[in-house]
């Protein structure tokens, strides 16, 4: 497949998409929010993907949503084609995604992180959702994921100033998993994604859907989804493989 927009690659069982309009900082247009649902299309039909990363480039991860081709929408064009619906596709994948954010990660590239499962940013990151600054407000779950990372102090600080939030402030804020050097950034998040991939496929989906439940339902309801999923993995290999494996002393050989 020919992308226009992003780069998409393969390897040890984990897809690197690289969101790839330089010239707009990878600002998100439609073609792009489409180019990456396709390629997580691919990515999640594949059995051996384990693990997706997410990545821009060194200066932005992304700059936001693309406000030239928003700028003279009209309400009922925007509400009619419920724009912005494609990029809700990307919050609902069921394979593991990780975001790679070196640089700026504004507005809707802010969001996109967000999306993810979780962030590993580079020591030049900056965050932030200046949506207020151009009159609007986020439009693809910023003001939702943003205060569930970080709290409500920080969540209306950040959505009513614009103000832009490092790495550090990120990572003590609970926003990113790990800060690299942002020459190693893309390596360690690569690592970390193989090391997920090498895993049960059907666990890792499991962990993934049952820690967004917590944000769903109470928390019975959710330590007995918990619990039933964990039942169910006796029923498979994997559980048989990664127990006998330990007791043998050996690596596991995941195969579902
Ligand atoms: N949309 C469209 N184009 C963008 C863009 C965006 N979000 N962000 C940057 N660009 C373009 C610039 O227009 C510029 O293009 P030209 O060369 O054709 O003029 C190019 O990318 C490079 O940008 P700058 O010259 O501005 O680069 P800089 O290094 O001086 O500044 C920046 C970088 C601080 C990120 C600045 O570009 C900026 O403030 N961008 C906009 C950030 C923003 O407001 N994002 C939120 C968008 S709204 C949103 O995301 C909505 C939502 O939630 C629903």
């Not at 102090?153 to 942002?182: D, H, I, N, P, Y």
Request: glycine fraction near 8%; aromatic fraction near 6%; include cysteine.
């Amino acid at each position: 497949m020919q992308w226009n927009t992003i780069e998409l690659s393969i390897n040890k069982g984990v897809g690197l998409i690289t969101l790839n309009r330089p010239k707009a900082l990878n600002a998100l247009n439609s073609e792009l929010i489409n180019e990456v649902n396709l390629a997580l299309d691919q990515l999640e039909k594949d059995h051996s993907i384990g693990c997706i990363v997410i990545a821009g480039s060194e200066k932005a991860f992304a700059a936001g949503a693309d406000i030239k081709e928003m700028a003279d929408l009209s309400f009922p064009n925007i509400y009619l084609d419920d724009f912005f619906h494609l990029a809700d596709r990307i919050a609902m994948r069921r394979k593991p995604l990780i975001a790679a954010v070196s640089g700026y990660a504004l507005g809707g590239g802010c969001e996109l992180a967000l999306m993810c499962d979780f962030i590993y940013c580079a020591d030049n990151a900056k965050f932030a959702l200046p949506e207020v600054t151009l009159g609007v407000l986020p439009g693809i779950g910023g003001t939702q994921r943003l205060t569930l990372a970080v709290g409500k102090a920080k969540a209306m600080e950040m959505c009513l100033t614009a103000r832009q939030m490092g790495a550090a402030e990120a990572e003590q804020s609970g926003l990113v998993a790990q800060v690299f050097a942002k020459e190693e950034l893309l390596e360690q998040t690569l690592a970390a994604a193989e090391k997920i991939a090498e895993k049960s496929l059907t666990a890792v989906m499991m962990i993934k859907e049952s820690i967004n439940r917590a944000f769903e339902v109470s928390l019975a309801e959710g330590l007995r989804f918990e619990r039933r999923l964990f039942h169910s993995v006796f029923a498979c290999s994997d559980q048989k493989e990664g127990m006998q494996a330990f007791v043998e002393k050996r690596p596991a050989k995941f195969t579902q």
